[in-house]
């Protein structure tokens, strides 16, 4: 149980376009999910936390207009990276937490090169 | 604010050799402390949560521990499909639901 999928698992895109990433829960209804960013050699990043048809809450520094989270269904997150640029470069992860419950459970990962 | 820091950056053991890494923390009220593995290029996979000092829990080769003030995760006899970043992370009591995470601790079993 508690299986959370990410598509795509690798994309590349050009420079100022935009990129749509999904993350679904599998086998669990999510009420919460997060977006985190990981660097090379680095730990996980949160960028946001989002509430299944409420707003997402930005970390600080997450540029809010850049980093496009939707949270429509109990079982969908998406995150739109809008114009991207090369510095957007990086391995994007979701997580879901069922209910109450205080584990989250990770996504696969995306890679996203942005040239 | 939360912290966590882990010990060591990276251990490299032999296959037989058993070991504990380490994560200590500071956290306002602890919720949940969480145990992940991460293997190159994939999301973390759940490995435990406590939340009390004096808990233990226990997965395979894996046991992992809890103090006021550390969690150790003791690895026995390990095996080279061990081989994997662990990451810690802690939540705190407060209504938000973020997670701090650690920077983990890169594994190395040699057969």
């Known amino acids: 149980g508690a299986v959370v999928s990410q598509h795509p698992s690798r994309v590349i895109c050009k420079s100022g376009t935009s990129v749509k990433i999904e993350c679904r829960s599998l086998?669990?209804?999510?009420?919460?999910m997060f977006w985190y960013r990981q660097f090379p050699k680095q730990s996980l990043m949160l960028m946001a936390t989002s509430n299944e048809g409420s707003k997402a809450t930005y970390e600080q520094g997450v540029e809010k207009d850049k980093f496009l989270i939707n949270h429509a269904s109990l079982t969908l997150s998406t995150l739109t990276v809008t114009s991207a640029h090369p510095e957007d470069s990086s391995f994007y992860i979701c997580?879901?937490?069922?209910?109450?419950?205080?584990?989250?459970?990770f996504g696969p990962g995306t890679r996203l090169t942005v040239t | 604010e939360d912290q966590v820091t882990q010990s060591p950056e990276a251990l490299r053991l032999q296959e037989g050799e058993s070991s504990s890494l380490n994560c200590s923390y500071t956290v306002s009220g602890l919720r949940g402390l969480f145990w992940y593995r991460q293997d190159p290029g994939k999301g973390p996979e759940f490995l435990f949560t406590l939340y009390s000092a004096g808990e233990e829990k226990e997965k395979e080769r894996l046991k992992a521990t809890l103090t006021k003030k550390e969690s150790f995760l003791h690895i026995t006899a390990p095996k080279p499909e061990d081989s994997a970043t662990y990451l810690c992370a802690v939540r705190n009591s407060g209504g938000y639901q973020k997670v701090t995470f650690g920077t983990g601790t890169k594994l190395q079993v040699i057969p």
């Open positions: 997580s879901a937490t069922e209910g109450g419950a205080y584990e989250q459970y």
């Open positions: 086998d669990f209804q999510a009420t919460t």
